[in-house]
């Protein structure tokens, strides 16, 4: 029973601090290029990473074979992810990022079933038709029907932060395989290090000249964001997945947008009613196709 308190208790730090991520590169992102910040999160985090693979005496090496998975998933898991969720939190807002990228686990649902051949149930069916209504219902609570047209910044945050989710399910599908069969947080790192070159074209020209103008509050952004956001939090996902069932602690995220809602309220957000009936429609729908 000790065991269970503490592995839930990892479970739910791990969520309070992704949730938190939210709030932090909201903030962030008022000072510095979110490129910039997602490269520079991955650039401290994946040695740090490494460093306690050495520390552990893991074993590094992986097939040839692997490198094309490998790719993918530092395109998908590191690179695309945080681009695309970082713009999009800039154009829309914390809680609504928060919200919209549980969605994840419908998409993942959905490509199972496509690519795995997993059976789909009714209860999984009905998961994904109320996500997506929560989905539609989050997304126009925050846009006035007047303003709305297809080139409304929040509009478009909010369909980078579902592409972003939709990349998580790609990364989640393709390091299935490879998480059978290798270390998990090995892989991770590989997927660190691939993710953060492929970041490099994207901020080689600028990225000395900006770092010289970022205040001391920045770095401490950078440092949360890469030591417990990246290290600490998928370190301690991956503990608890050895040791407790993959559905109950998937349960867990659901308070990630829960906590980024309420953490919000502090940056000035107002949050309406329907806002929340949407993100109920969507927690209870991933809740839903997580159980089937």
Not at 19 to 47: C, H, M, N, Q, Y
Not at 50 to 58: A, E, G, R, V
Request: hydrophobic residues 55%.
């Amino acid at each position: 029973m000790k065991n269970k308190t503490y592995i839930y208790l990892i479970l739910i730090l791990v969520s309070f601090i992704w949730a938190s991520s939210f709030i932090v590169v909201k903030t962030a992102t008022e000072e510095i290029d979110p490129i910039d910040l997602g490269f520079l999160r991955f650039i401290v985090a994946t040695p740090i990473l490494f460093l306690i693979l050495i520390y552990q005496k893991k074993d590094l090496h992986l097939p040839k074979k692997e490198i094309p998975s490998l790719l993918i998933l530092g395109l998908t898991g590191v690179t695309l992810l945080y681009l695309l969720q970082y713009i999009g939190i800039v154009y829309t807002n914390a809680s609504t990022s928060s919200v919209l990228i549980n969605t994840n686990v419908i998409f993942i649902a959905i490509l199972s079933v496509i690519f795995l051949k997993e059976k789909i149930s009714i209860k999984r069916i009905s998961g994904i038709l109320l996500s997506f209504i929560g989905v539609c219902v989050v997304i126009f609570s925050n846009i006035s029907t007047e303003n709305f047209n297809l080139n409304n910044v929040f509009f478009i945050g909010s369909i980078l932060v579902l592409l972003s989710a939709f990349c998580w399910a790609i990364y989640s599908i393709v390091g299935k395989r490879l998480l059978e069969k290798y270390d998990a947080i090995v892989i991770t790192s590989y997927a660190f290090i691939i993710g953060t070159l492929f970041y490099i074209p994207l901020v080689i020209n600028d990225i000395h000249i900006n770092i010289q103008n970022y205040s001391m509050n920045i770095f401490i952004y950078i440092l949360y964001l890469a030591i417990f956001s990246s290290v600490f939090s998928y370190m301690g996902w991956y503990y608890s997945l050895k040791v407790t069932e993959a559905s109950k602690a998937a349960v867990f995220l659901n308070l990630i947008p829960m906590f980024a809602i309420t953490m919000s309220l502090f940056l000035g957000e107002k949050i309406k009613i329907i806002f929340i009936l949407g993100a109920i429609f969507i927690i209870y729908g991933v809740y839903l196709t997580q159980k089937s």
